[in-house]
């Protein structure tokens, strides 16, 4: 399975950017980088995902270095409703299955 | 639409009995997945059904199992419970098997092992 490491916490200033960085050295040609959130009490929730190339969307943008081995997610202008814990997943293939392997991923807190 | 529903929310068990939890999908979602949530471990993943058959399977011993109606819901079951089954399982559904950009989760289910 590919790995995931990512720093267990990071604060942000409400309004401004906040930026969760993910390693994923070992990861395989073939494989997605998935980002969820799980906001207190909740199940996670879906935000963005990639291959190669940059990506962005109503909640967030995604970069993906060009060797693959890291990635970004941008949250341009944080709330506090975006105080949540953040996953980094690398969708894993082994034997013809497929599944997500979660990291422990990073609390961030959006301060006011 | 309604989201994914779990039953039940809190359930508490002692060593030795097994238990069942369900899911009911999105309305239209076809695949069923069951993640594991402990503090130590985070989150982990149980097994995804899809058409009523078992698609993937994580690395969980035998104790714990599953099945899916045709109807799309899903129950997990986990016999001979452990003090380390405490945990939050959490379901979740999307459309088709290993959309996981249209994964949606479940409040999931909080158990406790006595």
């Known amino acids: 399975d590919a790995k995931t490491t990512q720093p267990p916490s990071m604060d942000c200033a409400e309004g401004r950017a906040a930026n969760l960085p993910c390693n994923h050295s070992?990861?395989?040609?073939?494989?997605?980088v998935y980002w969820y959130r799980q906001i207190h009490s909740q199940g996670p929730q879906y935000i963005i995902h990639?291959?190669?190339n940059n990506e962005t969307n109503e909640m967030a943008s995604l970069i993906i270095t060009e060797d693959r081995k890291s990635s970004t997610l941008i949250l341009p202008h944080a709330t506090l409703r975006d105080t949540a814990v953040y996953y980094c997943i690398v969708r894993s293939s082994q034997g013809g299955s497929e599944k997500l392997v979660f990291g422990k991923g990073t609390k961030l807190t959006v301060n006011p | 639409k309604a989201g994914v529903t779990q039953t039940p929310r809190y359930l508490i068990k002692t060593r030795g009995q097994q238990v069942t939890l369900s899911c009911s999908p999105i309305s239209g979602h076809r695949s069923v997945s069951w993640y594991q949530q402990t503090p130590g471990q985070g989150l982990q993943f149980l097994f995804e059904y899809f058409s009523e058959t078992q698609r993937n399977k994580g690395n969980f011993p035998g104790r714990f199992s599953g099945r899916q109606f045709s109807n799309s819901r899903s129950e997990m079951n986990v016999s001979t419970l452990e003090l380390g089954d405490s945990a939050l399982y959490l379901c979740a559904s999307s459309p088709v098997a290993g959309s996981y950009n249209e994964q949606f989760f479940g409040p999931g289910t909080r158990l406790t092992v006595l």
């Open positions: 070992t990861i395989s040609g073939n494989e997605y």
């Open positions: 990639g291959l190669k």
